[in-house]
């Protein structure tokens, strides 16, 4: 059963998107999941209950430069801290490795989440390596993209096919592999 995590996230400002991302997770049943960009685990406990309620022998395998980030406002014990106050700790791993470190060495996954200030280089890449079917990321609307922030980089609209799940800002999208 989905509760709302109880941790601060852009994915709960007025609008719940943990449930879609939990829905998803559901509605792709996989076995062993990675999650690039974890920051204190609000996705990650979504997408932890969705594996505990799937049942079976399943696993998040979460990444993040939490405190060595130097936009860090998260030290790594505040993430597991949260893992075990949501009662999910046991379908739960984590490492200190960024994105660059990751991206081209996962193999075995059935998804993939990438929340990690996302811009369109970024998912182009992902696109690009298909380390897996099934790729949720943060970002994909309009208003995501209009933000401050985003306007020296590439924009995620146009980088690669996708659909948006959930518009409601950051948005979460799918990657749209053919």
């Not at 989905?2 to 939990?22: C, E, F, H, M």
């Not at 996989?30 to 990650?44: D, F, Q």
């Not at 046991?90 to 929340?115: A, P, Q, R, T, Y």
Request: charged share 25%; proline share 4%; net charge neutral.
């Amino acid at each position: 059963m989905y509760i709302q995590p109880k941790v601060k996230s852009s994915y709960n400002k007025g609008y719940d998107l943990g449930r879609v991302i939990y829905d998803y997770t559901m509605k792709v049943k996989p076995n062993i999941v990675a999650e690039i960009g974890t920051y204190r685990g609000y996705s990650a406990i979504c997408i932890a209950q969705a594996l505990r309620d799937l049942g079976g022998e399943r696993k998040l395998y979460c990444y993040d430069l939490w405190q060595k980030s130097p936009h860090a406002h998260c030290h790594v014990n505040e993430f597991k801290a949260n893992i075990k106050i949501h009662g999910v700790e046991i379908f739960v791993s984590s490492s200190l490795k960024s994105f660059d470190e990751v991206i081209e060495n996962l193999s075995g996954i059935d998804m993939l989440h990438i929340d990690i200030s996302n811009n369109g280089d970024i998912i182009k890449k992902v696109y690009d390596l298909r380390v897996c079917n099934n790729v949720i990321f943060e970002g994909g609307s309009k208003e995501r993209d209009n933000i401050p922030w985003m306007k020296k980089f590439l924009p995620i609209n146009g980088c690669c096919p996708y659909t948006i799940l959930d518009e409601h800002f950051p948005s979460i999208s799918v990657i749209d592999y053919e």
